[in-house]
Nanobody, 126 residues
Framework: QVQLVESGGGLVQAGGSLRLSCAAS????????MGWFRQAPGKEREFVAA????????YYADSVKGRFTGSRDNAKNTMYLQMNSLKPEDTAVYYC???????????????????WGQGTQVTVSS
C-alpha cells in the first residue's frame, strides 16, 4: 500500500506562487510515475501534470503549461508542483496520485492511478 500526503496549499493572490509537495510512504515510490490532478467545486477531476518514474519526462495540461513545473526527488520519496503566475481559475483541491503498475497509461485519466492523497486546497484570489 502506498500512502500519499499533499501539503503546501493555501490562499494566494493572482500572480502569486505556491509549491505543493506530495510525500509517499508504505510502498515503492521510485518505480511509479506520479500525477497531479485538481478538482474545483461542481467540476470533474482534471489532469494537471505527470512525472515519470525517473523524472526525465513531465507532461502538463495545456491550461498550466509554462506556469507550473513538476519534479520529484526519489531519494526523499517526494514529488513537487511549483505553481507560478497563479490565476483564480486555478482554485481547486489538488491531489497527487500514483500510476498503476504494469499497465499502459496516457497519464491523463484518473482511472490510470490507483493511489491518491487526501488533497490540499489552493485558493487564488483576484
Amino acid at each position: 500500500q502506498v500512502q500519499l500526503v499533499e501539503s503546501g496549499g493555501g490562499l494566494v493572490q493572482a500572480g502569486g506562487s505556491l509549491r505543493l509537495s506530495c510525500a509517499a510512504s508504505g510502498g515503492t515510490f521510485s518505480n511509479r510515475a506520479m500525477g497531479w490532478f485538481r478538482q474545483a467545486p461542481g467540476k470533474e477531476r482534471e489532469f494537471v501534470a505527470a512525472v515519470t518514474w525517473s523524472g526525465s519526462n513531465i507532461y502538463y495540461a495545456d491550461s498550466v503549461k509554462g506556469r507550473f513545473t513538476g519534479s520529484r526527488d526519489n531519494a526523499k520519496n517526494t514529488m513537487y508542483l511549483q505553481m507560478n503566475s497563479l490565476k483564480p481559475e486555478d482554485t481547486a483541491v489538488y491531489y497527487c496520485a500514483a500510476v498503476r503498475l504494469y499497465t499502459s497509461v496516457t497519464y491523463y485519466a484518473p482511472i490510470e492511478y490507483d493511489y491518491w492523497g487526501q488533497g490540499t486546497q489552493v485558493t487564488v484570489s483576484s
